[in-house]
């Protein structure tokens, strides 16, 4: 069993509709990260967690550290979100520069 | 536009070459990062430098050799790649390297080995 994972693999929205992508660790933490990466390559860190819950634009995280999961929501999701999320979390008990990724969500949202 | 700067873009190379992978930023960040990424999968951490020292080495074969000259560059070293070598190599870069600080992606050198 993987330490972190993601639900769903992929996922396909129609444009306007809310979006929640989910994700489950098993170790404890000192930081849940939320990553975008689109087509060619770069990456975004999207929102860092230890608690609580971040809203930036349409995208909202929160984390609930009791249940170890977390969940990213996109509100009025776009064509331009079309990419792939990928929940990743700091170790408490490693070092904490290693961060341990989930296998990533493909999100494609059609016009 | 990303704060962390990779060249070149795209590299091809043969099995003989030696080529380098370069990183740079200027955000002041003392922890520096190379992940390798094959297509459809999350990155894989190959070293970490902390304060210009090498940190992490995630028991990566000696034919990528890392060196970071100072606190603004990273570079990767490659010489007598694998095809199986081929993959998206991204750097990072993050304040003090703990886990609970972001990292910033660059947007990564695509490598294929002939």
């Known amino acids: 069993k993987n330490e972190v994972e993601q639900s769903p693999q992929n996922l396909t929205a129609q444009e306007g509709e809310f979006i929640t992508i989910n994700c489950s660790y098993s170790v404890g933490i000192s930081a849940l990260h939320w990553l975008q990466q689109h087509p060619g390559g770069g990456i975004v860190s999207l929102f860092m967690l230890s608690s609580g819950k971040k809203k930036h634009g349409r995208l909202i995280a929160t984390i609930n550290i009791q249940e170890k999961h977390s969940s990213l929501h996109i509100t009025a999701s776009h064509p331009r979100d079309s990419a792939v999320y990928i929940c990743?979390?700091?170790?408490?008990?490693?070092?904490?520069?290693?961060?341990?990724f989930g296998e990533g969500t493909q999100l494609t949202v059609n016009p | 536009d990303t704060e962390v700067t990779q060249t070149p873009k795209h590299l091809v190379m043969g099995m003989t070459n030696k080529k380098s992978l370069k990183c740079e930023q200027h955000m002041g960040h003392r922890a520096m990062y190379w992940y390798k990424q094959k297509a459809k999968k999350p990155p894989e951490l190959m070293f970490v430098y902390s304060y210009e020292k090498l940190s992490i080495n995630e028991s990566v074969p000696s034919r990528f050799s890392p060196e970071c000259p100072n606190s603004s560059l990273l570079n990767l070293h490659l010489h007598a790649l694998q095809p199986e070598d081929s993959a998206l190599y991204l750097c990072?870069?993050?304040?003090?390297?703990?886990?609970?600080?972001?990292?910033?992606f660059g947007d990564g050198t695509r490598l294929s080995i002939l």
């Open positions: 990072a870069s993050s304040q003090l390297g703990l886990g609970n600080q972001p990292q910033h």
């Open positions: 990743a979390v700091s170790d408490r008990e490693t070092s904490g520069s290693r961060l341990t």
